[in-house]
Nanobody
Framework: QVQMVESGGGLVQAGGSLRLSCAAS??????MGWFRQAPDKDREFVAS????????YYGDSVKGRFTISRDNAKTTAYLLMNNLKPEDKALYYC???????????WGQGTQVTVSS
C-alpha cells in the first residue's frame, strides 16, 4: 500500500527558510515532486526530481529560492525553501508519478505560513 506523509511545515518570517520532508512507503518512485495550493488559487507546480537526482525542475515562482532533493532509496523527497515570501503561504503536497509518468500519488499536505 502506498503512503506518502509530509512534514516540516510551520510558521516562518519573510526571508527565512524551511525544509519539508516527504516519506513514502510501499514502493519506490522514479519521479517525486512538490505542489502547493493556497486558498482560492489553483494547485501550482513547485518542483520535481527524477532518477538519482540529476534531473530537477522548478516552477518559475520558486526558481532560485527552492531546492528539491531525494535520498538514495528514492523513498524520501525534500524541499529546502529559502528566502520565503508571504506569497509562498500554502498547503504543500508531496507527489509521485505512476508507471505512466502521471502524478498519481499524493500526500495529505503540510501547511507553510510566511509572516511579513
Amino acid at each position: 500500500q502506498v503512503q506518502m506523509v509530509e512534514s516540516g511545515g510551520g510558521l516562518v518570517q519573510a526571508g527565512g527558510s524551511l525544509r519539508l520532508s516527504c516519506a513514502a512507503s510501499g514502493r519506490t518512485f522514479s519521479t517525486m515532486g512538490w505542489f502547493r495550493q493556497a486558498p482560492d488559487k489553483d494547485r501550482e507546480f513547485v518542483a520535481s526530481i527524477a532518477g538519482s537526482g540529476g534531473s530537477t525542475y522548478y516552477g518559475d515562482s520558486v526558481k532560485g529560492r527552492f531546492t528539491i532533493s531525494r535520498d538514495n532509496a528514492k523513498t524520501t523527497a525534500y524541499l529546502l525553501m529559502n528566502n520565503l515570501k508571504p506569497e509562498d503561504k500554502a498547503l504543500y503536497y508531496c507527489a509521485a508519478v505512476n508507471p505512466r509518468a502521471q502524478w498519481d500519488y499524493w500526500g495529505q499536505g503540510t501547511q507553510v505560513t510566511v509572516s511579513s
